[in-house]
């Protein structure tokens, strides 16, 4: 599950940076929530079985996660995608665990170790690294086309 959502993910990255720049962001977005909530549901039906307690915060969960943090999510991803290389964002969703550890230590009291520390520090540097040589290639490939 986890190779195909990675090799669906990188098709629609693909697909959205070489044939859709042009759409609209949200209607795009849209489509590819409708597209993946099909899919989810195809594979919950298919796999999950006990019982399901729903009620109002339930729904409320679902509807937060869907649409305001995972629908916001790909729209913000898919206007940086629009404008910079498709290798250049991806570095920066390394991000993502970095935030992650942090929001533990912040709001669950979570520690951070030495370790921890260290291992945020290289991967800042990491994606520092890779975003500095891509503006420098991208400053060489202007500088050429200005020649």
């Not at 929530?33 to 409320?60: C, D, K, N, Q, R």
């Not at 942090?102 to 991967?123: D, P, Q, R």
Request: hydrophobic share 55%; glycine share 6%.
């Amino acid at each position: 599950m986890a190779l195909s959502s990675a090799i669906s993910w990188a098709i629609a990255n693909l697909l959205f940076k070489l044939k859709l720049k042009h759409c609209d962001t949200i209607q795009f977005t849209t489509w590819q929530m409708t597209i993946g909530a099909i899919g989810l549901l195809i594979y919950t039906l298919s796999f999950e079985h006990g019982e399901a307690y729903w009620g109002l915060m339930p729904v409320v969960y679902i509807l937060f996660s869907g649409v305001i943090a995972s629908a916001l999510a790909f729209v913000m991803w898919n206007h940086i995608l629009r404008h910079t290389q498709a290798s250049t964002a991806s570095i920066s969703l390394l991000l993502v665990p970095i935030v992650g550890v942090i929001s533990g230590y912040i709001f669950l009291n979570e520690n951070l170790s030495i370790v921890t520390l260290v291992g945020i520090l290289l991967v800042l540097v990491g994606i520092w690294i890779v975003n500095r040589n891509s503006s420098l290639e991208t400053e060489k490939n202007l500088s050429r086309d200005i020649e």
